[in-house]
């Protein structure tokens, strides 16, 4: 029996309408489906792809503890890769859903690590949050030879100190509880006043103001951007 496809699905940052042709296709006609979901609550990415999601599709919820330590995760994709390896043994195809890109700080690469040696695998693209981000605030990211730099909020300050002072551009992804830190560590820097901020992009609610009125309590899909050059669009 030739044994079934695995595929990343990228399905954007949060608004279903940003999910690509590509991926809706491919998430109708899955019959089994596969996605990260936290300890409550519903998964965000099964949640994104609903609509497009078959009643009579097999799912296979991964449950990720959203906390720090890297061992309970690895477990928990280890059980998962199995019983994707299972499905796809039986020839069935696996799509699994990725909040952002299956592949930028994307929960599938996990899984891809485990499975890619052993399965035909397929990557679809999705929209980033930090693209996504920046059109909230239709601010370019970054123009000409300009170095961007992406950091995670989690960075001890004088690492997140030392890249900021390097970069033309910087973003700041899994804001969430370090918002007080980063917004008195970009204070002492003299770029607050200069920094937006952005959370649930691109959903209803979603919020974009100067880092300065961003609220302490930021969720953790919630990002900081700066541009540190001239405006692009005006030279």
């Not at 296709?25 to 489906?33: N, P, S, Y």
């Not at 969430?176 to 560590?185: I, N, S, T």
């Not at 820097?189 to 300065?212: C, E, F, K």
């Amino acid at each position: 029996m030739t044994a079934g496809t695995l595929y990343g699905i990228g399905t954007g940052p949060g608004d279903p309408e940003l999910i690509t042709r590509k991926a809706w296709r491919l998430i109708e006609a899955a019959r089994v489906i596969a996605y990260p979901a936290p300890d409550t609550g519903e998964s965000f990415a099964r949640s994104i792809a609903a609509a497009a999601i078959s009643p009579d599709a097999v799912e296979i919820p991964m449950i990720v503890p959203m906390r720090t330590g890297r061992d309970p995760a690895q477990t928990i994709y280890d059980t998962a890769a199995k019983k994707i390896a299972a499905h796809l043994d039986a020839g069935e195809d696996v799509v699994v859903l990725c909040e952002g890109d299956p592949l930028f700080y994307g929960s599938f690469m996990y899984l891809l690590a485990r499975l890619k040696d052993d399965y035909e695998t397929r990557i679809v693209p999705g929209v980033t949050s930090l693209t996504a981000c920046a059109a909230a605030h239709a601010r370019p990211l970054a123009a000409r030879n300009d170095i961007m730099t992406i950091l995670p909020g989690p960075l001890a300050d004088d690492d997140l100190t030392a890249q900021i002072k390097r970069a033309d551009a910087v973003a700041i992804m899994k804001v969430g509880r370090h918002m007080p830190r980063l917004k008195a560590l970009f204070a002492r820097l003299g770029h607050l006043d200069a920094a937006l901020y952005v959370g649930h992009a691109s959903l209803a609610h979603q919020l974009q103001v100067p880092l300065a009125e961003a609220p302490d309590d930021a969720p953790y899909f919630s990002m900081i951007l700066l541009y540190k050059g001239d405006d692009p669009w005006i030279r």
